[in-house]
């Protein structure tokens, strides 16, 4: 992984009475390098994080570098191995079962949520994020990208932050797995028509049905995520 200097923060930033906010701490802007590049796959699965090439890289003594190390640990993207340092997670069957069998039940959850308290307007911007995740079908990091946006906004409108916090997380790990998931042979298109269903169940505002067709979205989608 390849990356420019991080800059180093100004000295009034750091100032606790210096009348400004302090910008984003160093390690959050280290964080979100590695991040970034652990979720293009960029920094393979089960790789070693080489701390001291990296702080090189970067331009930044190890003490910022640790601390975004255990920001990501926290996050699932990172493992820490005792006397054996930081590795990229390596997501194992049992953590994808684990983590799609949470997001069933938190998203469905949400699904019901909106089911019963979706606006018209709110039930025609899940229309057409769905629509734009129907015209990705070609492209598989678009398509990704637009069936992350419709699960995100789904669970912005259920209005509670906990619970999209929890889910973001979870996602964080899923998505460690994502070119091994969606995209065997018919799950793309499986995956429509399940979206299709869900919509149409929430314009319904039938919230059993809509919890019961969730439900199974991510059942399938772990059975496609499994390795065979």
Known sequence: MTASRLPAPSPSSSRPNGGRLAERALYEQVAER?????LAHTMAPGSWIDEQALA?????????????LKV??????????????????EVSARDLAEVYHLLALLESDAAVAVSQSATATQIAEL????AELEA????????????????????EMADNRWRLQLVLDLRKVMKLNRH???????????????????????????GERVQQLMQQHFANGKVAATPT
């Open 34 to 38: 590695l991040r970034t590049g652990i």
């Open 136 to 155: 990705q079908v070609g492209d598989r990091d678009g398509f990704f990208a637009a069936n992350e946006r419709f699960h995100m906004r789904l669970l």
């Open 72 to 89: 990501l640990a926290s996050e699932g993207l990172v493992t820490m191995k005792l006397r054996r340092g930081a590795y990229v997670t």
């Open 180 to 206: 091994h998931s969606l995209f065997k042979q018919g799950r793309l298109e499986a995956s429509l028509k399940e979206h299709r269903r869900i919509v149409a169940a929430i314009k319904a505002r039938n």
């Open 56 to 68: 090189l890289e970067f331009g930044i003594s190890r003490t910022p570098l640790r601390e975004a």
């Open 127 to 130: 229309e057409a994020l769905h």
